[in-house]
């Protein structure tokens, strides 16, 4: 009832503002968020080439040092030494990858509790 005893010009005026101000505000997350993605593709792009050139790093140190063992024993104990050093760090790497897609699933879900 209190609808119909308003102008229609003002219920109208005000409705077509309270859209246009959520369509901008939609506009503005849309940038914020293509502006994230780009970030994590960059980052994400960062990462991939440094883990590839760690990689490369630790075949090229494993080749020289294994040539070398054969005939040292200094060389086989740093070999076995390196062969550990690779293990330790590919599990650093799977902890860092866990810890980041544990943030993830909880961002998620406190976006899913701050919109209940």
Do not use: W
């Amino acid at each position: 009832k209190q609808v119909s005893n308003l102008p229609n010009s003002i219920n109208r005026n005000a409705h077509t503002k309270k859209i246009l101000d959520i369509v901008d505000k939609i506009k503005r997350q849309k940038e914020h968020i293509n502006t994230i993605l780009s970030e994590t593709k960059i980052v994400q792009k960062e990462i991939n080439s440094l883990n590839g050139k760690i990689e490369r790093s630790f075949i090229e140190t494993d080749e020289m040092i294994f040539r070398d063992a054969k005939n040292n024993d200094q060389c086989r104990k740093a070999y076995k030494l390196l062969a550990n050093l690779q293990s330790e760090f590919n599990a650093l790497v799977r902890g860092l990858d866990d810890i980041g897609t544990i943030n993830r699933e909880l961002r998620d879900i406190e976006d899913l509790l701050v919109r209940e």
